[in-house]
């Protein structure tokens, strides 16, 4: 990989572009013995591109800078529902001769109007992965990732993912020491622990649930209690399997699955806002030990409780772990 091309759009994102100027753009440095690209930003036509904070871009290139790039990445914008057609062309060309692409952020969904997407894994920004999701259906979208790579198509998450998706690519093709050097000299780990799971805020699940309604809102102000399908039938007047069957109905969940959705959620909430330990937590949402909230946890949000905590505690008092 020599030459790498940036193609921005009017609405860029600076911190998306940033992110790739980082890891491609950067001189040689005798300390790092860093690989020196080719490195060039080119835009639909060359000359002004507005920006989404408030400051503009000069562009000097046009799109033909990109025609012979190994590399070329898409940066985030505003309009990523209606790119520029020449961009959409550009990316499924460039794959077509053998060239990686890459999109990260709402820059992926340019790479789904290419075409690149169908048959393939992807991600974005958490926050569009299900629009993604539905506008692409014949793509796997992994919101819980910080970035995919499938068959020369590499996709990352929000803009900070960008950096870890490119040193990926950088890693992919100089070797795991320039990619180490260039993390360090941004002051990143090489690679980061979890994914982007762990960001996503969870809502309390919505459902129509009529008839088991009243007892959905005791389990959630009950959870440490009893909540097998036994105690809950018997809680509700129905026989076990009539019970199991309607909660599905109106749930779209099993009990346990249901449940332990509900007692992870308050889990967040004490993780985030007490300094109970985890023990304590896991007796107070339920959970039989604080290795089975680790694993539960662990599970749902790729991170165990402690490091959530470390990145998410709002509280000023030291934490226990």
Same mark, same amino acid.
């Given at each position: ?5 940036? *193609? ?71 309009? =990523?529902?209606?790119? &520029?057609?020449? *961009? *959409?062309?550009?990316?499924? &060309? ?6 990686? *692409? ?17 048959? $393939?894994?992807?991600?974005?920004? !958490?926050? =569009? ?6 506008? =692409? ?33 950088? $890693? ?11 993390? $360090? ?32 809102? !005791? ?21 076990? $399997? ?15 699955? !249901? ?48 490091? =959530?905590?470390?990145?998410? &505690? ?8």
């Amino acid at each position: 990989m020599r030459k790498v091309a940036v *193609v921005v759009q009017d609405g860029a994102h600076p911190f998306g572009l940033g992110a790739l100027c980082e890891v491609f753009a950067e001189p040689y440095h005798p300390d790092d013995d860093n690989p020196v690209f080719d490195f060039v930003v080119c835009a639909t036509r060359p000359g002004r591109v507005t920006g989404s904070a408030g400051f503009d871009l000069y562009v000097e290139h046009g799109l033909d800078a990109a025609a012979d790039a190994d590399l070329v990445c898409i940066s985030p914008a505003d309009h =990523y529902l209606t790119p &520029a057609p020449e *961009v *959409v062309e550009l990316a499924r &060309a460039s794959h077509e001769r053998g060239a990686v *692409v890459f999109a990260h952020c709402t820059a992926t969904f340019i790479l789904g109007a290419a075409g690149l997407l169908a048959g $393939r894994a992807c991600t974005t920004h !958490w926050r =569009y992965t299900d629009e993604l999701a539905a506008l =692409y259906p014949e793509t796997t979208v992994k919101p819980e990732v910080l970035y995919v790579d499938d068959d020369r198509v590499v996709t990352g998450a929000g803009s900070a993912a960008g950096v870890d998706a490119a040193i990926h690519v950088l $890693r992919t093709s100089h070797g795991g020491k320039a990619a180490s050097d260039a993390a $360090r000299r941004i002051v990143l780990p090489a690679h980061r622990d979890g994914g982007q799971a762990q960001f996503i805020r969870t809502s309390m699940p919505v459902c129509d649930a009529e008839t088991l309604a009243p007892l959905l809102t !005791w389990i959630r102000e009950n959870l440490q209690q009893d909540l097998s399908v036994t105690a809950l039938a018997l809680r509700a007047a129905m026989a076990e $399997r009539t019970f199991a069957r309607r909660f599905v109905q109106e749930t779209g969940a099993t009990p346990h699955g !249901w449940i332990t959705a509900q007692r992870v959620l308050r889990a967040e909430e004490l993780l985030e806002g007490s300094d109970l330990a985890v023990e304590q937590i896991a007796h107070q949402v339920g959970f039989s030990s604080g290795g089975t909230l680790r694993h539960q946890f662990t599970k749902v949000r790729g991170i165990s409780p402690q490091q =959530y905590r470390r990145r998410f &505690a709002s509280i000023c008092s030291p934490v226990r772990a």
